[in-house]
């Protein structure tokens, strides 16, 4: 297995010479930099993530807003305006919808007019859905749609922007830049919350229009910005560009493009390709039949149906109604108060995915807020006086404390690093369709919580937090037995652990230049069962 050798001496060039151009006893992920092309490349492409944000943030305002209110919401029996569970939940809803569409068709997009252009022409498709929802004058149905279509661009640009960071970026930093697109959609939260808080005193349209048209500047800078940077070096040198994708690893790795973490990756790029070019074009079932990836292709399924079932999308979705429920005058502060946690503690979980093993931070967060949803649960249901929340101030209080502790351990470990695992989690023949169907899992769960949230709070009330906190306690199983620790690891470095069945267990301690003699090639191509003839790491 040439190319998880750790030494230079040990990685042959294309030409078969063997490189020498450092110390054997320097790791070739040591030769790289922290350098301002890597950086400005993370930081331009998560504001897709920044769009998500700002988009499902914003809607939990408008709801309290009276212009909008009395232009589409329903009559009620004293004289105002409201929504009833199945307008709120369709309003709220079909953005995720219109994001699962986008997601699914991510991946061939990338494919075919690269993740460049394919994050571009996303961003330019919100202004669409923009357009709907501004215009917008009595009929609820039309806001609707313009959430399905602006639905479409965000789903798109959630499966291609970490595909294009986790390609481009070095594996020094690879983690936290992936990671900086859940920061993004925490910043374009609170953004949605602070311009709902400075717009909703307004008497007139504008309450809500202003929110909704700040969209188009988000969506501008993202279709333009991006064309500034180079291609992904690995989807480049598919299309036979290897010189440009040697110059695009070298300036993001801030090395020569021949030094040896350069040769490294471009071998890594070089062997995987040869497989795909010895053997057919993937069929769409190979995510499921091909070697261990029914196991990835199920994994990363879960994982980000993980995210959505951990409950943090609760508070941010329907954060000023429950907290109007416990006897807040201004419910909007309390979300900028939630919002603020989770910006705050988000940029904890960028040192956490830099310093910390994906598995035990997964585990230790779905710990945390279970716990959290637990207390959330007791006291919400046998503590808070419903009726008059002000007979009740200490459980309102808790409420509110445990609210934002449980969305402090979902910012430090499930929001940023599902992104980043999922993004490491297939093979270069597989990661577009994989990568799309996992994040349509996401926008699946997201829309059955903000769909059916109302009904099911309508019924159980504050027992729902049971249903979180159960789903947390599955997910520690979950990635305790059957995720492997992928930490500083290259892409195919990662593919070969999972080929040779390396225990999730012990994944953090296992060293690849011990690996079998054996090439990838080889292994990618022997049947399914001859694969498990690998003895287990």
């Given at each position: 297995m040439p190319f998880l050798k750790r030494h230079a001496d040990q990685v042959e060039t294309p030409n078969g010479v063997k490189s020498e151009q450092s110390s054997p006893e320097t790791p070739a992920v040591k030769q790289q930099r922290i350098t301002f092309l890597a950086c400005f490349l993370g930081l331009v492409a998560s504001i897709g993530g920044f769009m998500f944000g700002y988009v499902s943030g914003q809607i939990s305002g408008f709801f309290n807003m009276p212009n909008y209110a009395e232009r589409f919401g329903q009559l009620q029996s004293d004289g105002s305006y409201g929504f009833d569970a199945a307008r709120q939940g369709t309003i709220i809803g079909l953005l995720p919808i219109g994001c699962l569409i986008g997601a699914l068709v991510a991946g061939q997009l990338a494919d075919a007019i690269g993740r460049r252009l394919a994050i571009s022409a996303s961003a330019t498709w919100a202004c669409v859905g923009i357009v709907i929802e501004i215009s917008s004058e009595r009929q609820w149905a039309q806001f609707a749609v313009g959430r399905l279509v602006t639905g479409c661009s965000i789903g798109a640009l959630s499966v291609v922007v970490p595909m294009y960071q986790s390609e481009s970026s070095p594996a020094i930093i690879r983690g936290i830049l992936v990671s900086t697109y859940q920061l993004f959609i925490t910043l374009g939260i609170w953004t949605s919350y602070m311009v709902d808080w400075g717009t909703e005193a307004m008497d007139s349209s504008a309450s809500w229009r202003i929110p909704n048209g700040l969209g188009f500047l988000w969506s501008i800078i993202l279709g333009l910005g991006i064309l500034l940077l180079p291609e992904s070096p690995r989807y480049a040198y598919r299309l036979g560009r290897e010189d440009e994708a040697r110059r695009t690893i070298a300036k993001l790795a801030g090395v020569d493009t021949h030094a040896r973490t350069v040769n490294d990756q471009i071998n890594q790029i070089r062997i995987q390709l040869q497989e795909e070019n010895t053997t057919e074009k993937a069929r769409w079932y190979e995510i499921f039949t091909g070697p261990r990836m029914l196991h990835r292709t199920l994994l990363g399924i879960v994982l980000q149906a993980g995210q959505?079932?951990?409950?943090?999308?609760?508070?941010?979705?329907?954060?000023?109604?429950?907290?109007?429920?416990?006897?807040?005058?201004?419910?909007?502060?309390?979300?900028?108060?939630?919002?603020?946690?989770?910006?705050?503690?988000?940029?904890?979980?960028?040192?956490?995915?830099?310093?910390?093993?994906?598995?035990?931070?997964?585990?230790?967060?779905?710990?945390?807020?279970?716990?959290?949803?637990?207390?959330?649960?007791?006291?919400?249901?046998?503590?808070?006086?419903?009726?008059?929340?002000?007979?009740?101030?200490?459980?309102?209080?808790?409420?509110?404390?445990?609210?934002?502790?449980?969305?402090?351990?979902?910012?430090?470990?499930?929001?940023?690093?599902?992104?980043?695992?999922?993004?490491?989690?297939?093979?270069?023949?597989?990661?577009?369709?994989?990568?799309?169907?996992?994040?349509?899992?996401?926008?699946?769960?997201?829309?059955?919580?903000?769909?059916?949230?109302?009904?099911?709070?309508?019924?159980?009330?504050?027992?729902?937090?049971?249903?979180?906190?159960?789903?947390?306690?599955?997910?520690?199983?979950?990635?305790?037995?059957?995720?492997?620790?992928?930490?500083?690891?290259?892409?195919?470095?990662?593919?070969?652990?999972?080929?040779?069945?390396?225990?999730?267990?012990?994944?953090?301690?296992?060293?690849?230049?011990?690996?079998?003699?054996?090439?990838?090639?080889?292994?990618?191509?022997?049947?399914?069962?001859?694969?498990?003839?690998?003895?287990?790491?």
């Open positions: 959505q079932l951990t409950g943090a999308n609760f508070f941010f979705y329907y954060g000023t109604t429950v907290f109007k429920s416990t006897g807040l005058t201004n419910s909007y502060v309390t979300q900028i108060i939630l919002g603020s946690v989770n910006v705050a503690c988000t940029f904890a979980g960028l040192y956490v995915v830099q310093k910390v093993g994906r598995r035990k931070a997964l585990m230790a967060g779905a710990a945390w807020i279970m716990v959290c949803f637990f207390i959330y649960a007791f006291v919400g249901r046998y503590a808070l006086n419903s009726a008059d929340p002000q007979l009740t101030p200490k459980a309102g209080s808790a409420l509110i404390v445990f609210s934002c502790l449980a969305i402090a351990a979902f910012a430090t470990t499930w929001g940023p690093l599902v992104w980043a695992v999922v993004a490491e989690l297939y093979p270069a023949r597989y990661r577009a369709p994989c990568m799309a169907l996992a994040t349509a899992s996401n926008w699946f769960w997201n829309f059955m919580i903000s769909f059916f949230t109302r009904f099911i709070t309508d019924s159980i009330s504050y027992f729902y937090g049971f249903v979180f906190a159960g789903c947390c306690g599955a997910l520690i199983f979950i990635v305790y037995f059957f995720m492997i620790e992928t930490k500083d690891r290259s892409l195919e470095e990662i593919d070969t652990m999972y080929l040779l069945h390396v225990s999730p267990i012990n994944s953090a301690k296992w060293d690849g230049s011990k690996a079998p003699e054996a090439t990838p090639a080889e292994s990618v191509h022997e049947p399914v069962e001859t694969t498990h003839a690998h003895a287990e790491v």
